[in-house]
Structure formats: structure tokens, C-alpha cells
């Protein structure tokens, strides 16, 4: 009898010693390499300056990082993502959110086992560990001050933008709408959206937000919608590009229209196709992010909460990384910066294909 309780209790002694064995290799592991998710909003290039920050983090953190690019930029397709991520044992994701009123719930359980932070367009009702980029409202205000530049005696403009259920392009919008009607400066979004309504008068009707046309992030309806905007619309002064893709587009048309020069262009991130317009007299200014530096914030705090390290959030859980405006004064000072980093993240993209 003895014995055998001497046997039962060796056995138990065993399974208490692997699972012990196990969680302690598994916890090891996280520590080791954690798997950090990092979700965009689209397939565009602005990510490409993103993606040349993660093989840099990769090595110097010890993690891996699945970098991942929805193909439509469409709020399912992001889900998808998550879900993937989740199965797959992630340790941390990073996004930028496209629907955020809609998937905030669907993000909040996710963050009841997975922490997430938010970079460039922000759920700012998620329990989300923190929001990593540049004010969209305080970039809205300063493109709000280019327009006033470029018309100084006012005039007649159209923004085309991918969504405007995206908290970014809500911010960046409603940003240049208080600035150009004299509102107070204040850095972060207020929280009151005007209404997207045609013909809207601002600065006591000095200028005319003529319409905000949205694309849903198809690239080629942004051209066909600025293709539109410029016969609807001969007298327009101005087009403001609000997403990255979206100067491109305007580029495009303006240029098969033979209004280069003609038309004033105002955008929003760094492509190519608006650095050159900057550059050559096209384009007034571009209000530049930093999404080398999204990558780094963001990646950094999910990799030190997988182990349990300490992580610095301001209180208001706002990370901050200021916009640039980029002018013919500046453009090649910036542009040496951005076309290496544009390099070394088509690199990464190839590799990983």
C-alpha cells in the first residue's frame, strides 16, 4: 500500500513538475521573442517608411514582427488580421484603425488578453494602451495655415480623402475648418465634427470648402474623383490630398488636365509623387508624418510589456510625434531622410513577400 501511494505520489510529483517546466519555457519564450502584430490601413506607401523600421527592431529588440498590410484597407480585413494574430499566440498587436466607432468593441475584447496601441488613425474610446502619432487636429490646423498662405485673399477648395469615418481624416478635417473660421488654437481634436455638407462657407465666407469627396481607399476613385472635382468645379483654387495616396491622385489629374502650376496643391504624408511636386512648383506643401518613428513608439512598448518590463506612458496616453510641413524652403533638406528609409522598406517588403 505504501508503495503504491509512494508511486501515485512520484506521478503527480512528474505532471506538477512539466506543467512547471512548460509555463516557465513558454514565459521564457515571450521573454526571449515575442510576436508583435502591426496592422496599417491599406496597401500604400506611406507604409513602406514604416516597414523600414522593422528589421532594425527585430534585431535590436529580439522579437519578430508580422507586418501586415490589409489589400483593400477595409475594417474586416484588419479583423481578419487580429483574429489570425490571436490564434497564432501574439503577444502584442499595433493598428491603425480605419472604422473606429464600429470596431471598438470587437478591439476591447481583443484587449482583454492581447494589449494593443494605436498609431496614426486612433479608437480613442478603446482601452487601448496608448495612441502613437501626431495630432491629426493640430496637422488639420496646419494645413488650415497653408491654405490662408496660398489664398491669402481667399478662395474655393475640395478635400478628397478616403474616409471620413477615420478618426484621422476627421481630425485633419476638421482642423483646417477651425483654423480657416478663426477658432482658437487648441492641439488636440475638440471632439465636434461639421457636418459634410457641399458649399460650406468659412473664415465669414472668405474661402469655400467646396465638397469632401471620400474613395473608401480605392486609389483609382481618388483620381476619378478629382478628375470630376476639376470639370465640376473650373473655378476651384485649391485641392487638398488628406490621405497618402490621395495628393498622387490629385497629381495625376491636374497633370492630364494641364492645370500643373495652374492649380494649388496642398497634401498630406510624403510620397514620392508629392515630395516631386513640392520640389518642382506643383505642389504648395505636403504636411509630413513620421511613420519610421510610429513603428519604433508603437513596437517598443508592446515588445516591453511581452516581458513584463516597465513602459512610460504619458498620463493622457497621447505619444506624440509632430507633423512637418514641407515647403520648396525645406523640401531638400527632408527628402535625403525619406528616400533612404523609402529604400530600406522596399527592401523589407521584397524579403517578406
Do not use: C
Not at 473606429?100 to 482583454?112: G, H, R, Y
Not at 488654437?185 to 471620400?214: F, S
Amino acid at each position: 500500500m505504501k508503495s503504491r501511494l509512494l508511486v501515485v505520489f512520484m506521478v503527480l510529483l512528474l505532471v506538477v513538475s512539466v506543467f512547471t517546466v512548460s509555463a516557465g519555457a513558454q514565459k521564457e519564450a515571450v521573454a526571449e521573442k515575442p510576436l508583435i502584430g502591426f496592422i496599417t490601413n491599406g496597401p500604400y506607401e506611406f507604409w513602406t517608411y514604416s516597414a523600414a523600421a522593422v528589421e532594425i527592431l527585430k534585431k535590436d529588440l529580439n522579437i519578430d514582427v508580422e507586418f501586415l498590410l490589409p489589400p483593400n484597407g477595409l475594417p474586416e480585413e484588419q479583423k481578419r488580421f487580429i483574429e489570425s494574430l490571436v490564434t497564432r499566440g501574439v503577444d502584442g498587436i499595433g493598428i491603425s484603425v480605419t472604422d473606429p466607432d464600429n470596431v471598438t468593441p470587437f478591439l476591447n475584447e481583443i484587449m482583454e488578453t492581447v494589449p494593443m496601441v494605436m498609431f496614426d488613425s486612433d479608437a480613442p474610446n478603446s482601452n487601448r494602451l496608448a495612441y502613437v502619432g501626431m495630432s491629426n487636429y493640430a496637422a488639420g490646423r496646419m494645413a488650415g495655415q497653408a491654405v490662408k498662405e496660398v489664398l491669402p485673399n481667399g478662395g474655393e477648395f475640395m478635400i478628397i480623402v478616403g474616409r471620413l469615418d477615420a478618426q484621422n481624416a476627421i481630425e485633419r478635417r476638421q482642423g483646417m475648418i477651425d483654423e480657416l473660421n478663426g477658432e482658437p488654437y487648441v492641439a488636440q481634436y475638440p471632439g465636434k465634427m461639421t457636418p459634410n455638407t457641399p458649399n460650406l462657407r468659412l473664415g465669414g465666407g472668405k474661402w469655400t470648402l467646396l465638397e469632401t469627396r471620400t474613395d473608401g481607399g480605392d486609389q483609382s476613385k481618388a483620381k476619378s474623383n478629382s478628375e470630376d472635382a476639376i470639370l465640376k468645379f473650373p473655378q476651384m483654387d485649391l485641392m487638398v490630398g488628406m490621405w497618402s495616396y490621395s495628393s498622387p491622385a490629385i497629381i495625376s489629374a491636374v497633370a492630364d488636365a494641364g492645370l500643373l502650376g495652374k492649380m494649388k496643391i496642398i497634401g498630406f504624408d510624403m510620397e514620392n509623387e508629392l515630395l516631386q511636386a513640392v520640389k518642382d512648383g506643383h505642389a504648395y506643401a505636403a504636411l509630413g508624418q513620421d511613420p519610421f518613428t510610429y513603428a519604433v513608439r508603437t513596437i517598443e512598448i508592446l515588445a516591453k510589456k511581452a516581458r513584463g518590463e516597465a513602459v512610460s506612458i504619458p498620463a493622457d496616453k497621447l505619444i506624440d510625434v509632430p507633423a512637418l510641413k514641407i515647403t520648396a524652403q525645406n523640401i531638400d533638406e527632408v527628402w535625403g531622410k525619406y528616400k533612404a528609409q523609402l529604400s530600406d522598406g522596399n527592401k523589407y517588403l521584397e524579403a517578406t513577400k
